[in-house]
């Protein structure tokens, strides 16, 4: 099930979970995870996931591409974020992985430009 944000979850705090968005306009979606992580002294002052036993409330981050990016950046196109699921999300991130090593010349190798129909080859 794919759906879009309302406007009270868009101006209220980030919400954790996967979306898909677009870079560009008729660009390929992209993957977009937004977590909490958490470096208290219950899980040994590492990284993990924030949980209810966490002893500090961490700041929301943000992995775009499968890379760091800033909530800010991320949450504040958050109108063009549409949640999926994590098997949704983790097919995107491979199908970019595998178009950047193997098809180069493909869309998704390279999200952050537009789409030229006269580039890319016929679907049929």
Not at 66 to 84: C, N, P, S
Not at 94 to 110: L, R, V
Request: some cysteine; aromatic content about 10%.
């Amino acid at each position: 099930m794919i759906s879009t944000l309302t406007n009270d979850e868009v101006n209220g705090p980030a919400l954790c979970g996967f979306y898909k968005t677009k870079m560009v306009r008729r660009g390929p979606f992209i993957p977009v995870r937004i977590f909490r992580l958490c470096a208290c002294s219950i899980g040994g002052f590492k990284e993990h996931e924030h949980t209810g036993l966490c002893d500090r409330h961490p700041l929301p981050t943000a992995q775009v591409n499968g890379k760091h990016a800033y909530i800010d950046e991320v949450w504040g196109k958050a109108t063009f974020l549409r949640k999926i699921s994590k098997a949704a999300y983790d097919y995107l991130l491979a199908d970019i992985i595998w178009c950047e090593k193997n098809a180069p010349k493909e869309p998704k190798a390279a999200p952050q430009k537009v789409v030229n129909l006269n580039e890319v080859k016929p679907l049929f």
